[in-house]
């Protein structure tokens, strides 16, 4: 399995409440990403990081914040969350982009966060 | 927009060859076909992927068709652990994982 640790694993919250979550490797990977997964649909890409401070913006951004301080570590903020961000979270991890082999994404167990 | 196309659902048999579709007519010649998949309470896992031409490993094996707009991932045996969601997923350079709805494939004992 690739070196990859999703924190917590398991949350519950309160509307309008601040919350983090946190995805660290250990595969000195340069890419990583935040998804989100909810009933009946696949999974829709959040950020992602292509190194260090170098972040941008996936399909479903609104109402989330990433940083990337050091390669190991993409965190995940939900300033205030909602309860349209009761989900689950999955971080993946690639060497690259694209269709080659280097850059295939490897993901974590995800981290399912209820928001009350 | 996934830009691929695969059925909702198929069922198999336990130890059965399963040929799971995947329609991609608008493939470009530099796309490459990624599959992966989902097991119950999991994050997704890769499976393979090709460009041209057909690709086996320890997993599974992959079928392009000639022209590329459509292909099939085999599982040779299947068997209940491949019960899960497989998503079949063009990728280009600079381009993300766009994941569709896949197609949940159940194993019947």
């Known amino acids: 399995d690739a070196g990859i640790t999703q924190s917590p694993r398991h949350k519950v919250t309160e509307t309008g409440t601040p919350v983090t979550l946190r995805c660290h490797q250990t595969?000195?990977?340069?890419?990583m990403y935040w998804y989100r997964q909810d009933p009946g649909h696949g999974l829709r890409l959040i950020h992602y990081?292509?190194?260090?401070?170098?972040?941008d913006k996936g399909e479903v951004s609104d109402g989330y914040s990433v940083s990337r301080s050091k390669t190991e570590d993409f965190l995940l903020t939900l300033e205030s969350a909602t309860s349209s961000q009761t989900s689950v979270y999955f971080c993946a991890i690639s060497e690259g982009q694209g269709g080659l082999t280097k850059n295939i994404q490897y993901f974590g167990a995800g981290t399912r966060l209820s928001v009350l | 927009d996934a830009k691929t196309t695969q059925p909702n659902s198929m069922e198999s048999n336990e130890e059965e060859p399963v040929h799971l579709p995947c329609n991609h007519s608008t493939i470009s010649g530099t796309d490459y076909i990624h599959w992966y998949r989902q097991l119950p309470s999991q994050g997704p896992e890769y499976v393979i992927h090709g460009l041209t031409s057909n690709v086996n490993n320890r997993m599974a094996s992959l079928a392009i068709a000639e022209d590329r707009k459509s292909s099939t991932l085999i599982l040779h045996r299947a068997t209940l652990r491949d019960a899960a969601v497989y998503y079949c997923?063009?990728?280009?350079?600079?381009?993300?994982?766009?994941f569709g709805g896949g197609t949940r494939l159940m194993v019947k004992p």
């Open positions: 997923i063009r990728v280009n350079a600079g381009n993300m994982l766009t």
């Open positions: 990081s292509y190194g260090v401070k170098d972040t």
């Open positions: 595969e000195n990977h340069r890419y």
